[in-house]
């Protein structure tokens, strides 16, 4: 027998807390330091030592922690730690028309509407399958020169678009806008602890799409689609 997080409960660990993404419920919480020292040991060990046992039985009754079979204990998420940016290196090079402003407004709109009227674990879950589509299909996965010009297209033409940028909103749409012309990319959710924030953006590889390296590395990744 094994223990792992839940599936809907993404999380990272700090130095004084674990902090949690509740996908279901878009929520997010923390566990402070006892909670998350005796939460670290059971995954590292997949264990439940004496000392233990008060903790990590509320975390069960919590539904923070859970047991499985020893094959079905989750991994923990990866992402490589960004290195360029598209954004600051800047990719002029490529053409930009009204069609592709339009092309890239259709994305927008589409993701506008869809956070408004559909619930958070339903887009997650949307995201994930159509990524595994394409990449069924053969599509594009890791950093490429498409990559570079779609991108370069959309983060153009976005500030054409008169909707409020939001990290959210502009991540989904660029995810959206790749998918629709073939390749993907990991869209990341990061947090930081104190003072608590969130932040997306969308990365391939080591390289930054829509993010400034350093703006990207303030958080910690808790949840990669």
Known sequence: MGYRIPAHLAFCT?????????????????????GRDALSRTLASQYLAEAD????????????????S??????PIT??????????????GYS?????????????????????????????????????SIEELGG??????????????????RTMIPAKPVCLLDSLSLIDFLARHGVTADLVIGVTENPF????????????LNESIHRAREFTPILVL
């Open 197 to 208: 924030s969130a932040h997306c953006w969308v990365q391939t590889d080591e390289a930054l």
């Open 79 to 92: 992402i490589a730690r960004p290195r360029v940016s598209l954004v600051e290196i800047g990719s002029t």
């Open 70 to 75: 020893s094959d079905e204990v989750s991994p």
């Open 14 to 34: 700090f130095d004084n807390s674990v902090i949690f993404l509740d996908v279901r419920k878009d929520r997010y919480f923390a566990l402070p330091k006892l």
């Open 140 to 157: 594009r996965t890791s950093h490429s020169d498409r990559h570079e010009m779609l991108a370069s297209r959309f983060v153009r033409s």
């Open 96 to 132: 930009l028309n009204i069609s592709h402003v339009c092309d890239v407004g259709y994305s927008v709109g589409k993701i506008w509407a869809s956070l408004r009227m559909r619930p958070f674990h339903s887009i997650v879950g949307a995201v994930s399958k159509r990524r595994r």
């Open 53 to 68: 046992v008060p903790v990590a039985s509320r975390l069960m009754t919590k539904g923070i922690l859970e047991t499985c």
